[in-house]
């Protein structure tokens, strides 16, 4: 594995790059409390290798894995749990009731995702997706505690992005892991001003004024630190979580500005709101090449 592949933080925590798409785009997350193991997000099939060389290079075992935490089913986050799960004898799946359906059976997530990318685009994203058995699934409801070894993590639900989204508080660390409820934060983007970080705004299920609350909840637990499958670990929570709902409310504005546009509104809010993130990431001081900030910014 690349050096860059598993990065370590304190409290036993671990982000390991999915290989999803590019290098540093999407992490799992790994927790390890006195030699029991827990993943949060777990990428794609192609992820699968990944994540269990991660498991080796911290001297587990499979059977060591307890929990499989999934943020919200899409495939960047949860199209890998069917395959990896048969990879984990002693590992139970935690799902938010309104994602367990498209895990036990994905046919109609897989059919969405295929109207997106294209057969032979989801077939090299995604490979098959593995159903995930329902006996091996256990349903998250808001507030519920999961515990594992003596550290306990409260799971709340963060719709926003997604309806079926959920956030994991980690008591031990005082981090929570947000998934994509609190943003967007690639590293490549960092600065000497810290990190940029930006709304992940999927059009089906996303809700702005849901996001604002997802966004207060997660504050509300006072985090050190929030950890992002996209990607990973971010402090100085306060300005990030007030940039967020700036950007929030400037997508908002997008749509206002775009809704009379019939055939070209989609087209319109696209460009409006790359143009506004290039404009911001510049105002960070980045200072990559126009053509890496347009590929990333996507």
């Not at 508080?169 to 001003?193: C, H, L, M």
């Not at 990973?232 to 400037?250: F, G, I, W, Y």
């Amino acid at each position: 594995m690349p050096d860059f592949a598993v990065l370590s933080f304190d409290h036993g925590i671990s982000a390991i790059d999915t290989q999803y798409v590019r290098p540093m785009l999407d992490a799992s997350h790994l927790v390890v409390r006195g030699g029991r193991a827990a993943f949060v997000d777990v990428g794609v099939n192609h992820s699968v290798p990944q994540l269990l060389a991660a498991l080796r290079q911290k001297n587990l075992d499979v059977g060591d894995v307890q929990w499989v935490f999934l943020t919200h089913v899409h495939l960047d986050h949860a199209g890998g749990a069917g395959a990896l799960l048969k990879h984990l004898p002693n590992a139970t799946v935690l799902v938010h009731p309104r994602g367990a359906p498209h895990l036990s059976t994905p046919e109609k997530l897989v059919a969405g995702t295929k109207q997106v990318y294209g057969a032979q685009k989801f077939a090299e994203l995604y490979g098959d997706i593995v159903p995930v058995p329902a006996e091996r699934m256990r349903i998250i409801e808001d507030q519920a505690c999961v515990r594992m070894n003596g550290s306990e993590f409260v799971c709340i639900h963060t719709p926003g992005h997604a309806l079926h989204h959920y956030c994991i508080v980690d008591q031990d660390s005082r981090s929570v892991f947000a998934g994509d409820s609190f943003g967007i934060s690639y590293r490549i983007f960092d600065t000497d001003r810290g990190a940029f970080i930006f709304p992940a705004t999927t059009p089906t299920h996303f809700d702005p004024d849901q996001a604002h609350t997802s966004l207060d909840r997660i504050m509300s637990f006072e985090p050190q630190a929030v950890y992002l499958t996209h990607y990973s670990r971010v402090t100085d929570l306060q300005r990030l979580a007030a940039d967020m709902h700036a950007c929030l409310n400037a997508y908002v504005e997008i749509a206002h500005r775009c809704a009379d546009q019939g055939e070209q509104r989609i087209a319109c809010m696209r460009n409006r709101m790359h143009a506004l993130l290039v404009k911001r990431v510049r105002e960070h001081g980045c200072t990559l090449d126009q053509a890496t900030v347009d590929s990333w910014l996507a």
